[in-house]
Structure formats: C-alpha cells, structure tokens
C-alpha cells in the first residue's frame, strides 16, 4: 500500500509540473511565482486602464472635433435703415439730492424693406420723443453708469416705442451721443 501512495503523490506532482505550477517545498506555489503573477496581472491591469483611457479621449476628442465642424457661420444680416432724430435728447434725471441731466442723441434701426415703418416713424416723431423724454426723466444718474444698464435702457426704449407701431417694429436703438452729468 505504501508503494501505492508514493506512486500516486508522484503522478500528482507530474501533473503539476506538466500543468505549469512547481511545487514549494511545503506543497504550494512558491512565493517568486507568486510574486511574478502579481506583478504580471499588475502590468495587465495597467495596460488596459492606459488603452482605456486613449480610448476614451480619442472619443471626445473626435465628437467635439464633429460638434466644431458642425457650426456655420451665418453671413452678417443686411444693414438696417436708420430714423435719425433732429434734435437732441436733454433730459434732468429723478436724482433728488443734486441736479443731474442726461444728453442723448440716438437713431432707431428698421428694416428698410418695411416702407409702411418709414412713414409710421415720420408721422409718430412727437410722440417717440414724448415716451424717450418720460423714459430718461424717471432714470437716476448711477442707473446709467455701466455698459449693461445703457443696455437695458436701450431695450426699454425699444420696447416703448414699438407698442405705439401698427406698420412694424424698430430692431435696434442706437445712442449715437450718450452724456451723464
């Protein structure tokens, strides 16, 4: 019986040995190969997070290439015909504690294909300058200061003046002369 064991402790080693996997003395792997196969599983893993990684930028890459190609640049729009006022706009401001006035001097954009616009802005010019007047009258001087407060009060009068039109609408206020003091 006891050749009978030792044969087949020697069949299981061979087995093992043909399998690729030595044996250590104590009857596991031993510790170098142990070693090596983290080492080796650990380049793998590294491998495959850097070939990921290109991957995926690759693709971002490509669709933001795809979304810049995918914009036009639209031609400018054509000019737009101007209504110039004669006179200028000299308006004291809604400041209590000194005297204020404001000084403008602005044009109205239009579509020039609109003839019907052009003649409304000809017959409605006392009653522009009315509105613009009452507009830059209930203004303080700090609410005329920046670039975007002068921008509001352009679309505020741009938007006052249009609920008076039947014939159309103006697109554009322009201050050519704009003075706070």
Do not use: C
């Not at 893993?45 to 890459?61: C, R, T």
């Not at 004291?92 to 019907?116: C, I, M, P, R, W």
């Not at 975007?148 to 697109?171: H, R, T, V």
């Amino acid at each position: 019986m006891a050749e009978d064991d030792v044969l087949d402790d020697e069949n299981e080693q061979d087995e093992d040995l043909l399998a690729g996997a030595p044996l250590a003395a104590g009857g596991g792997r031993s510790k170098l190969i142990t070693i090596l196969l983290w080492v080796a599983g650990s380049i793998i893993a590294i491998v495959l997070m850097v070939l990921i990684s290109y991957l995926i930028a690759k693709k971002v890459k490509t669709d933001a290439y795809r979304e810049e190609q995918n914009i036009v640049i639209a031609p400018a729009p054509p000019p737009l015909g101007t209504y110039h006022f004669q006179k200028e706009f000299r308006v004291n401001t809604a400041d209590t504690d000194e005297s204020h006035f404001v000084q403008l001097t602005l044009s109205f954009g239009y579509d020039t294909e609109n003839k019907l616009l052009e003649m409304e802005l000809g017959q409605r010019q006392a009653q522009m300058m009315h509105i613009i007047n009452i507009i830059l009258g209930g203004k303080k001087k700090e609410d005329l200061m920046t670039p975007i407060q002068k921008l509001n009060l352009a679309e505020e009068i741009k938007s006052q003046i249009n609920m008076i039109f039947s014939q159309g609408k103006i697109e554009e206020v322009y201050f050519e002369e704009l003075i706070i003091s």
